[in-house]
């Protein structure tokens, strides 16, 4: 079975630009979770989207934004990007709401 | 709010057994989960607890005492493939959907 993929896998933008990354869940979840881990950091959580609802936002400006598609496919969308942005992002899938969380190989964003 | 804290870095010898600590505070606890990230991968799940007491899955372990807000992870028989940051996490109900709230990890470094 495929696990959660991510795309692209790495992503070099320039401080300014908007950036989507995308996320495909192991089949047959339906909740799909943002996280962003600086380096030496354990992951912070951005968004969780569930039946195509968002169900839940972390600490982050209105510059993030994200959504799900009928597939339970997601797009995670940053503007304006800053420096501090230079992360790896994970998705993260789950059958259900209360499940142990699945994650994606990541996608590495670096602002430059 | 909920707080996380877990040593830095660690180092144990090939074959011996390692403790890794978690303390945590958090608003409302829903369960503890414990995940492995080697060296530029996604995490993966290790464990879960969610009731006081020693959950066992081969060479590794994890404990939890819910009144001291206290959680381990024990790896016997360590090996070398065993490097890696180990990330405490628990559920964040302030977010309004259960997601993971993580520690900043523990890295580990199994010598020869």
């Known amino acids: 079975d495929a696990g959660v993929t991510q795309s692209p896998t790495h992503l070099i933008k320039t401080r300014g630009q908007h950036v989507t990354l995308r996320c495909s869940p192991i089949s047959g979840h339906k909740s799909v979770s943002w996280y962003q881990q600086v380096l030496g950091q354990g992951p912070q959580f951005i968004f969780q989207y569930y039946e195509k609802e968002e169900r839940g936002r972390g600490n982050f400006p209105d510059r993030f934004s994200a ?3 009928p597939n339970y496919s997601s797009e995670l969308n940053v503007n304006a990007l800053l420096l ?3 992360a790896l992002y994970l998705c993260a899938s789950r059958p259900d709401k209360n499940t142990e969380a699945f994650f994606g190989q990541g996608t590495r964003l670096t602002v430059v | 709010g909920q707080n996380i804290d877990q040593p830095t870095e660690m180092t144990a010898t090939e074959g011996a057994i390692v403790q890794i600590n978690c303390t945590y505070q958090t608003s409302g606890f829903n369960g503890l989960f414990w ?13 879960y607890n969610v009731l006081d007491g020693l959950e066992e899955k081969g060479r590794f372990s994890s404990f939890l005492s819910r009144s001291k807000g206290y959680s381990y992870l024990l790896l016997k028989e360590l090996q070398m493939k ?13 977010t309004g959907a259960n997601n993971l709230f993580f520690g900043t ?8």
């Open chain 2, 82 to 94: 065993d490097s890696a940051s180990y990330l405490c996490a628990v559920r964040d109900p302030g």
């Open chain 2, 105 to 112: 990890g523990t890295r580990l470094t199994v010598i020869p």
């Open chain 2, 35 to 47: 995940y492995q990230q080697h060296a530029g991968e996604a995490p993966t799940f290790l464990s």
């Open chain 1, 67 to 69: 959504r799900q598609f």
């Open chain 1, 84 to 86: 501090g942005d230079s």
